[in-house]
């Protein structure tokens, strides 16, 4: 682990949601960016819950570096998680896998549609 350091503000419970979410300040003077993984990991022990229910998106770095910004979800569950979460995300998390279908596939199922 870094010597990053986490901030959040702007917490707000969505229980409509089954989640918290909270704008995150993540300061690391003298580093590169911190990873999404690392971030997962300390927002999960700061919040008492396990990374695989945390997701982090959004990240921006202030010019001249230091300090990111970004947004961060914490879903009560991991079903709660999969059930609202858009796929891309999921996807990111090895929690969705996408039907890998060709062109020529998505043609002729596309013209097949037409003609019905």
């Known amino acids: 682990m870094s010597t990053a350091t986490i901030r959040t503000r702007r917490y707000m419970s969505n229980r409509l949601l089954c989640r918290k979410q909270m704008v995150c300040d993540v300061l690391h003077p003298g580093l590169a960016s911190v990873s999404k993984k690392e971030i997962r990991e300390k927002l999960a022990v700061m919040y008492k819950t396990t990374p695989d229910v945390v997701f982090v998106f959004g ?12 947004f961060a979800l914490i879903y009560d569950t991991l079903d709660h998680a999969k059930k609202f979460e858009p796929k891309h995300r999921l996807g990111r998390h090895g929690l969705y896998e996408k039907k890998k279908m060709t062109r020529k596939q998505r043609k002729e199922r596309k013209n097949r549609m037409k003609k019905e």
């Open 59 to 70: 990240f921006r770095t202030n010019f001249g570096g230091g300090k990111s910004t970004g």
